[in-house]
């Protein structure tokens, strides 16, 4: 440890991952463990998910602590994600980020875990200011900071991107392989297709639906017509095409210079290269995300954690209870000028 | 596109740039909807051409209903192109911030009955931005860019629709967009008349509850 560092241990709980990452007050993240609940079908069920959080928080503390070499009596922060998410998985993650920070003593703060994925990404390709486009499992947002705020630009008006992708391949019997995630499983399939079946394109203003996307793709599924990979590239190009075209959207209107892709889907390599298509059209500068901050992690909530602490937030324990429905625009962001 | 003399961009947009240029001696906006790359060029084909034959449609229809749009001149489908009225004036979200709060009030009661008119109509605008709203020099707001709207009267699709133009406001005007809003569904009331109104405004709410970490739910659960 260098004398004149500081650490974050910050704890990510709001969904299937259970993280714990560490990270200096200038940036370097020294750890970043995860261990993820795969159910053994259906969904994520919050009750489960959570026992799993619960079973592993010691094991992924003792590792997360090892790899950044760093003692538990060396934290000066404590930052856990308050949500939004699923309640019994926030509440782990809280539990565990209250007990640690009055036992040594220092202190804690509640992360919005939308901000999070932002930070993250800015953090990691280095983007000051730009147009963010936040796919995941739970979440599908377009957003931009204007005054003390991530405003939300777009959003989906039923459920997340991942979420169809996710909810596709299970009705498609797909299954989790070696850790890879379900979407994961339908872009390599959708690689292999190359006919483009109609489903409904559905775009609103600036926000998309993608339910009706979703029950199309799957009744044509159980028709038995069309070939699963056709059906996976389908579902992918018209899906993404929707959100990249509420992104450009975005950027025109906000006539920003940045457009970064962060959360789970943000690995798809389909859907990087249509909002570097988007960037490009309009002198924009693209990132994504790093793979490894991709998907829900602790690094990332520890990182956020650090930009709150650092101007003058913290969260008293009494006030630490979880916010199953905390929506990005409702956070000041004081570390932005 | 006969006879379009030399065009300069006005403005690129995510869905189409427009050109001022000048058609048989007048001031025209051509609007061309440009090839998009990232989508495959079936469906990008399909998409351009819909939208470039439904929006003119559409904009006839409102002025049926005497919402002002610009007069359309030619629809060029090869291109996907429109060339129409230059209607010259400022945008309201360049309006709005800068007049006083009984102007404010004014204009939003007078989008608000636009709003209603078209709706009555059986038109869904599909993008209430304070930007698709022109005021002339001599006071008249015109609507435009109806390339996402729709002929219906469904409850769903008119809430939808004002459901728009709320969080348009809240993410360009997020210090006046409450008195806006309210002015607008004063306006709009006037029009289609106080229960009809108010099943929108509901609808409104319902559609808010479906997304996800709305604040009105935290009570609900």
């Given at each position: 440890m260098k004398p004149d560092n500081k650490y974050?241990?910050?704890?990510?709980?709001?969904?299937?991952?259970?993280?714990?990452?560490?990270?200096?007050?200038?940036?370097?993240?020294?750890?970043?463990?995860?261990?993820?609940?795969?159910?053994?079908?259906?969904?994520?069920?919050?009750?489960?998910?959570?026992?799993?959080?619960?079973?592993?928080?010691?094991?992924?503390?003792?590792?997360?602590?090892?790899?950044?070499?760093?003692?538990p009596k060396d934290l000066s922060l404590i930052a856990f994600s308050q949500g939004p998410g699923m309640g019994p998985c926030l509440r782990t993650g809280a539990t565990a980020a209250r007990a640690l920070a009055s036992y040594l003593g220092i202190p804690l703060i509640g992360v919005n875990h939308s901000v999070a994925h932002i930070e993250i990404g800015?953090?990691?390709?280095?983007?000051?200011?730009?147009?963010?486009?936040?796919?995941?499992?739970?979440?599908?947002?377009?957003?931009?900071?204007?005054?003390?705020?991530?405003?939300?630009?777009?959003?989906?008006?039923?459920?997340?991107?991942?979420?169809?992708?996710?909810?596709?391949?299970?009705?498609?019997?797909?299954?989790?392989?070696?850790?890879?995630?379900?979407?994961?499983v339908v872009e390599r399939l959708a690689a292999k297709g190359n006919k483009l079946i109609a489903l409904p394109y559905v775009v609103k203003g600036m926000d998309v639906s993608l339910s009706g996307l979703l029950t199309a793709a799957t009744s044509l599924l159980r028709r038995g017509?069309?070939?699963?990979?056709?059906?996976?590239?389908?579902?992918?190009?018209?899906?993404?095409?929707?959100?990249?075209?509420?992104?450009?959207?975005?950027?025109?209107?906000?006539?920003?210079?940045?457009?970064?892709?962060?959360?789970?889907?943000?690995?798809?390599?389909?859907?990087?290269?249509?909002?570097?298509?988007?960037?490009?059209?309009?002198?924009?500068?693209?990132?994504?995300?790093?793979?490894?901050?991709?998907?829900?992690?602790?690094?990332?909530?520890?990182?956020?954690?650090?930009?709150a602490y650092t101007h003058g937030l913290f969260t008293p324990i009494e006030k630490s209870f979880v916010k199953l429905r905390w929506r990005l625009e409702e956070v000041d962001i004081p570390w932005i000028k | 596109m006969d006879k379009v003399e030399s065009k300069s961009l006005l403005k690129k947009g995510a869905e189409a740039s427009l050109f001022l240029s000048s058609w048989h001696g007048r001031r025209v906006i051509v609007k061309a909807r440009l090839l998009k790359r990232y989508r495959p060029r079936k469906l990008d084909e399909k998409i351009r051409n819909y939208r470039t034959v439904h929006e003119p449609q559409l904009m006839h229809e409102a002025?049926?209903?005497?919402?002002?749009?610009?007069?359309?001149?030619?629809?060029?489908?090869?291109?996907?192109?429109?060339?129409?009225?230059?209607?010259?004036?400022?945008?309201?979200?360049?309006?709005?911030?800068?007049?006083?709060?009984?102007?404010?009030?004014?204009?939003?009661?007078?989008?608000?009955?636009?709003?209603?008119?078209?709706?009555?109509?059986?038109?869904v605008h599909g993008d209430l931005t304070t930007s698709n709203m022109i005021l002339t020099g001599e006071g008249k707001i015109f609507l435009v860019d109806f390339g996402l709207g729709e002929k219906t009267s469904e409850l769903?699709?008119?809430?939808?629709?004002?459901?728009?133009?709320?969080?348009?406001?809240?993410?360009?005007?997020?210090?006046?967009?409450?008195?806006?809003?309210?002015s607008v569904q004063e306006g709009y009331s006037s029009v289609l008349g106080e229960e009809s109104a108010k099943k929108v405004f509901e609808k409104i709410s319902e559609i808010e509850l479906r997304g996800r970490y709305i604040e009105e739910r935290k009570q609900s659960s």
């Open positions: 974050c241990l910050g704890i990510e709980s709001t969904a299937d991952d259970f993280g714990i990452g560490i990270v200096t007050f200038n940036g370097d993240i020294l750890s970043n463990v995860s261990c993820g609940y795969i159910p053994e079908e259906g969904g994520i069920h919050p009750r489960e998910a959570a026992r799993h959080h619960t079973e592993a928080t010691d094991k992924v503390l003792r590792q997360s602590l090892y790899k950044a070499e760093v003692k800015k953090l990691e390709t280095k983007s000051v200011d730009p147009v963010t486009l936040y796919v995941s499992g739970g979440n599908t947002l377009i957003s931009a900071f204007d005054t003390n705020r991530y405003r939300i630009f777009g959003e989906t008006l039923d459920i997340a991107l991942g979420n169809c992708l996710d909810v596709f391949a299970r009705a498609a019997g797909l299954k989790h392989k070696q850790g890879m995630p379900l979407g994961a017509k069309y070939k699963l990979e056709d059906l996976c590239y389908s579902l992918q190009e018209q899906s993404f095409s929707m959100v990249t075209e509420v992104t450009e959207r975005a950027l025109a209107h906000t006539e920003k210079q940045e457009v970064l892709l962060t959360g789970g889907v943000a690995s798809n390599k389909r859907l990087q290269q249509m909002l570097t298509l988007i960037a490009e059209e309009h002198d924009a500068k693209f990132s994504v995300v790093p793979r490894q901050f991709a998907s829900d992690n602790g690094a990332m909530i520890a990182w956020t954690g650090i930009l | 002025k049926k209903a005497g919402v002002p749009t610009p007069a359309i001149l030619l629809v060029d489908i090869k291109n996907s192109a429109i060339i129409m009225e230059y209607v010259e004036g400022k945008q309201i979200k360049q309006v709005l911030p800068n007049v006083s709060q009984e102007q404010q009030h004014e204009l939003c009661v007078r989008i608000g009955v636009l709003v209603g008119k078209m709706h009555r109509h059986g038109v769903e699709a008119r809430g939808v629709d004002l459901h728009l133009m709320k969080r348009a406001l809240q993410s360009t005007h997020y210090k006046l967009w409450e008195d806006c809003f309210r």
